[in-house]
């Protein structure tokens, strides 16, 4: 069956085409249509950043923060209204392993240590539940700036790692694909924060690097089995190849993400307010990472030139007129 032949055919199947005896989703088709989203996706977060900035926590721009514990278990909410109420604004409270112990972090204050032991002692104190501080620290704001740069290094270090990583592992073409779906996968989560102004603190930059390790995974498991179609089948086109090998790595997809996405929703709506945002992160860049693993991460090595020569093992040329011939093979047989 020619070109011609299977076109039609595919477009009977709703656009299902068969190599062999594998059918397989045409995800290239669309490739530019996608790669146009991506480009106004990525555009769009960088403006974000840039004129609405983000809404750094605590612990990029200094604070105080506060050891507290309680005679009897505490929540959350009642902390944080019982500190507005007396005048503290934008606390973060979080649990310290027990209900009873909590970690408080306000935004900087004007009094000193000794005021704010005793200004903050009256504050935390809930009725009938009194309060303890074993220690309050002030972190400056420059503590915050080496914070912020540190954090922006190590996103910076990790792709870089991961370029080196799967360039060694698979090929140039393919790592320069991974590395761009990871910097979308990042760089989207961080825009759609600054966009809406949500808290951008130490435990939403830990699920940007947890996305950046979840979606390399993803992409990984794509790279392997395209690595293995291009050498395994015959007579199709690099196109086909990728199509082939995002139809094979589909139904696993979708089962990760769906376990996976379980969790974070756990996490934001059982996890209280340490791991909302968090959680939120996971949600956003999860998202974002399975959309590029599977058009980025493929269609950038597709336009780069990616064939089954990037993969096929060549022979040195001091090697290609030395014949090895066996003649009678039996003859290695144990008697």
Do not use: C
Request: glycine letters at 8%.
């Amino acid at each position: 069956m020619n070109n011609a032949a299977d076109d039609a055919a595919a477009k009977a199947e709703g656009g299902i085409k068969a190599i062999g005896n594998q059918r397989i989703i045409p995800f290239m088709n669309i490739e530019k249509p996608m790669a146009i989203l991506s480009i106004l996706l990525i555009i769009g977060s960088i403006i974000a950043i840039a004129v609405n900035g983000l809404n750094l926590g605590l612990d990029f721009t200094g604070g105080v923060s506060t050891d507290v514990r309680y005679e009897q278990p505490a929540e959350q909410t009642e902390v944080v209204k019982a500190l507005a109420d007396n005048g503290f604004d934008n606390a973060v409270v979080q649990y310290l392993g027990t209900r009873q112990e909590l970690l408080v972090r306000l935004p900087p204050q004007s009094d000193n240590i000794n005021g704010l032991n005793l200004s903050l002692g009256k504050a935390l104190n809930l009725p009938n539940n009194k309060a303890e501080i074993s220690n309050v620290n002030i972190i400056g704001s420059q503590v915050g700036n080496e914070v912020y740069l540190n954090s922006v290094m190590a996103v910076a270090l990790a792709l870089v790692s991961m370029l080196g990583y799967v360039a060694l592992r698979f090929q140039f073409k393919l790592a320069v694909g991974a590395v761009a779906a990871l910097f979308h996968d990042a760089i989207v989560t961080v825009g759609v924060f600054a966009l809406f102004g949500f808290p951008f603190d130490l435990t939403v930059l830990a699920a940007v690097l947890a996305l950046i390790g979840y979606s390399l995974n993803d992409t990984i498991v794509v790279y392997d089995r395209i690595r293995e179609n291009f050498r395994r089948v015959r007579g199709v086109t690099p196109r086909q190849t990728i199509d082939l090998s995002l139809t094979e790595t589909l139904r696993r997809t979708i089962m990760t993400i769906s376990t996976v996405m379980l969790v974070v929703l756990a996490m934001m709506f059982l996890g209280g307010d340490g791991l909302y945002w968090f959680a939120v992160a996971l949600f956003i860049g999860l998202i974002a990472g399975t959309y590029s693993s599977i058009y980025i991460s493929s269609s950038i090595p597709l336009a780069m030139g990616l064939s089954r020569d990037d993969f096929v093992v060549k022979v040195k040329p001091e090697f290609e007129e030395e014949i090895v011939t066996f003649n009678d093979p039996k003859m290695f047989e144990q008697d």
